[in-house]
């Protein structure tokens, strides 16, 4: 088992950063991977990026790639999502997940074994 908690959303204007959070417990941290998704209003659930067990390996969305890093701290039991450059566009319900059985990160949703309840991320123009 595996329980995760977001923050670290707001509303924030265009052009602005912010640096989400997702603590994990149950689980040992360091045997499971780690991904991010949102949701916007009205649309499918859409993988952002993933890090390894480690968090030696990242791979991004084409849409935020330059623009958010992913990171983990296995000492902290936390996974980051910094997100820089932000735009009305990445307004959406931001989800961090744990994945116990890939060595590497993937992109489908559907592979991810357990969920935080989400953080909002709001981008005025």
């Known amino acids: 088992q595996v329980k995760l908690v977001e923050s670290g959303g707001g509303l924030v204007q265009a052009g602005g950063s912010l640096r989400l959070s997702c603590a994990a417990s149950?689980?040992?941290?360091?045997?499971?991977?780690l991904g991010w998704f949102r949701q916007a209003p009205g649309k499918e659930r859409e993988f952002v990026a993933t890090?390894?067990?480690?968090?030696?390996?990242?791979y991004y969305a084409d849409s935020v790639r330059g623009r958010f890093t992913i990171s983990r701290d296995n000492a902290k039991n936390t996974v980051y999502l910094q997100i820089n450059s932000l735009t009305p566009a990445d307004t959406a319900a931001y989800y961090c997940?744990?994945?116990?059985?890939?060595?590497?990160?993937?992109?489908?949703?559907?592979?991810?074994?357990?969920w935080g309840q989400g953080t909002q991320v709001t981008v005025s123009s």
């Open positions: 997940a744990a994945d116990l059985g890939a060595r590497y990160g993937t992109t489908r949703a559907d592979d991810y074994d357990y």
């Open positions: 149950g689980r040992t941290f360091d045997t499971y991977v």
């Open positions: 890090v390894s067990r480690s968090g030696g390996r990242t």
